[in-house]
């Protein structure tokens, strides 16, 4: 069984950039969910994506958008990058019909913009 | 509205003494309830969840935590700590749309 796996790992951007992080899911999932975690924070929830449409979504701009393709595989992208951007942003996978949904993390791309 | 609060931002243990870490949530309905850990630079791994049933939940690790409706918590216990257990330690609550809200952790150091 294949676990989450994200790229890049490190993502360096200069502010005003555009920037796009992949997650490839669990194997048998088909849902993807985001997170921000700033340093010495919790993860923050961005939007979580099912059969390819968006799910839910937190308190973040629209600058912060996804997709998710027809192997439950996902990207975020994040527009006009800010510095406040610069955090851990972390994929998690699930599946949705068990009556309840255990996410499972990758280990997450470090997003610095300078 | 916060949906977790984990009150203590630093905890020290030493190596073999037992550990409680706090967790209390704010949530109208059953809530479902976890607890995750992460090590340096790592993602989050899974310790234990709660759904309904019984209220002392058994974890990876030898952790357990035990839901407390009248006192909305779910604290995290080990009855004897080891140096690798060294890490932070996020209680998380899953709310209606399988959106998951975290604490702001718990940063545990093991001292021999």
């Known amino acids: 069984e294949t676990g989450v796996t994200q790229s890049p790992t490190h993502l360096i951007k200069t502010r005003g950039q555009q920037v796009t992080l992949r997650c490839s899911s669990q194997?048998?999932?088909?849902?993807v969910s985001w997170y921000q975690q700033a340093l010495g924070q919790g993860p923050q929830f961005i939007f979580q994506?099912?059969?390819?449409?968006?799910?839910g979504r937190g308190n973040f701009p629209p600058r912060f958008s996804g997709l998710q393709f027809p192997n439950y595989s996902s990207e975020l992208n994040v527009n006009a990058l800010e510095l406040d951007d610069s955090a851990l942003y972390l994929c998690?996978?699930?599946?949705?019909?068990?009556?309840?949904?255990?996410?499972?993390f990758g280990p997450g791309t470090r997003l610095t913009v300078t | 509205a916060q949906s977790v609060t984990q009150p203590d931002i630093h905890i020290t243990v030493s190596e073999g003494a037992s550990l409680e870490l706090r967790c209390n949530y704010s949530?109208?309905?059953?809530?479902?309830l976890f607890w995750y850990v992460q090590s340096p630079g790592q993602g989050l791994q899974l310790l234990l969840k709660?759904?309904?049933?019984?209220?002392l939940v058994q974890g990876i690790k030898g952790f357990e935590a035990e839901f407390k409706r009248s006192q909305s918590s779910f604290n995290l216990r080990k009855p004897s700590v080891h140096w690798s257990d060294a890490a932070e330690y996020f209680c998380?609550?899953?709310?209606?749309?399988?959106?998951?809200?975290f604490g702001t952790g718990t940063s545990l150091t093991v001292i021999p």
């Open positions: 194997s048998g999932h088909n849902t």
């Open positions: 994506y099912y059969r390819e449409e968006e799910n």
């Open positions: 998690a996978s699930s599946y949705r019909g068990q009556g309840y949904d255990e996410q499972y």
């Open positions: 949530y109208g309905a059953t809530p479902y």
């Open positions: 998380a609550v899953r709310r209606t749309g399988n959106q998951f809200y």
């Open positions: 709660y759904f309904s049933g019984d209220t």
